[in-house]
């Protein structure tokens, strides 16, 4: 589909709009902040549980929720709504399990909770290092979904115009960042959760309006131009072929279940409330938008391939990512139209709000752990807190330019796939480590460092050896073969070991848990008593 110069004109004038007033948010803020680590960090801990709600789910919904889910379902049916029901469930965990626990014993990044009551320096670089690289795999997604969007916009020819994008992209994140801190980012993600809400609340109502409102109705029709039938419905079509799609499918499942209560810039977001109490309502509120928004996915997806047709969706991107683009230019009256022109451009100015808002909020989770972790343990005599703040500043920049450099290498690969490695990375190395450091009394600095590394490089390992990079025409070099792992994603193998690593190290430890510290930091965790 070739976009028409009307289309072009009016979604460049809604991104320049949406980019002026968030570069607008982020001066005002860079006047009135103190400078300090504090501020630079969480903002002054001065964020109500609803503004916070609203910030979490920004920073959650992102172009592998609107674009790459969307897509998936588009294709697949059946098989890509699985992405949305693993992102929803996710969020059970991170409720149960840590959000109150975790506002409790830490200050700034991950590596505050695990270090409480360990030897800082190892456990600050293993967790630091981890909390990284799912950055950065995360960002690679976004950016991956900035270039399909704007390459739909240009007409789809332009690899030049994806290129342009990607740089642009990581550049403004680095503004974002470098000024306003997570004042500026927790408003950028609160104003994008409102604006993606109203898009997608609008498409889901028009899809449905289109169908009389009869689900049944919108089910068959989207298996009638599937080009798979009833297939389409049906559990199988991308996970069912054979034994190593459903262990796929298993370990895609793990990973986005449990690799949400390890991503970095979602762990960092309980800190920018004042209490525990505010950190768990924080997460009722983005429960209650999440969920309504990935039901509301599974509807466009399907809508897509029922309107639009599951081969034109993969003739405009492979990987479906502009599924949602082409569904809201057939609901609004299709080429030619006044409507398609404008629903069209809405849709792709809010996809790109919806970039650059989380962009900014995993480039700030990532120069935080990079200065307050990496740097601040490397050099713990000569750093200070305002030193610290100003190595944030410059982390930024250089995790932005190797994001955009591996964005485009990637460029070509399904925006959701990405994210689902990234979460296989978190829940590999950054989740045994939280959950033994808050259950297990007997936990060890070596257990703690073990866990990291043990799940780590496991999941960066068999991703280098599996389909995603080599040995298919899908691959990042198609033209090589030097995989022998046969899943798309490690968790499944992965993410035992990083449990497993854990509780090796620790029992094989000499070292005597401080029972001091560990009953201090059990207080701390379930009371809030002594939290910063």
Known sequence: MIVGGDQQTLALLLFSAFVAATLAITTWVSRNRRGSAEEFYTGGRLFSPMENGFAIAGDYMSAASFLGISGLIALFGYDGMLYSV????????????????????????????VAARMSERPVRIAAGTSSVTVSVLYLVAQMVGAGSLVALLLGGTSDAARSWTVIGVGALMVVYVSLGGMRATTWIQIVKAVLLMAGTITLTVLVLLRFHGDINLLLNSAAEHSGHGKE???????????????????SLGLALVLGTAGLPHILSRFYTVPTARAARRS?????GLIGGFYLMTIVLGFGAAALVGSAEVKASNPAGNTAVALLAYNLGGGAGSTGGTVLFAVVAAVAFATILAVVAGITLASSASVAHDLY????????KRRGEVAVARVAAVGIGALAIALGLLARDLNVAFLVGLAFAVAASANLPVLLYSLFWRNFTTRGAVWSVYGGLVPALFLVLVSPVVSGSPESLFPGVDFQFFPL???????????FLAGWLGTVTSGEIPDEAKNAEAEVRALTGAGAV
């Open 86 to 113: 693993g992102f929803l469930v996710a969020w059970l965990v991170v409720l149960l399990l840590v959000a109150e626990l975790v506002r409790n014993c830490g200050r700034f990044t991950l590596a505050d909770v």
């Open 232 to 250: 389409f419905l049906s559990p199988g079509l991308k996970y069912g072929g054979d034994w190593t799609a459903r262990f796929d499918f298993i």
């Open 283 to 287: 997460v009722v509120w983005s429960i």
């Open 376 to 383: 601040a343990s490397l050099r713990r005599r000569h750093a």
């Open 488 to 498: 798309q994603n490690p968790g499944l193998v992965s993410i035992p070991l990083g």
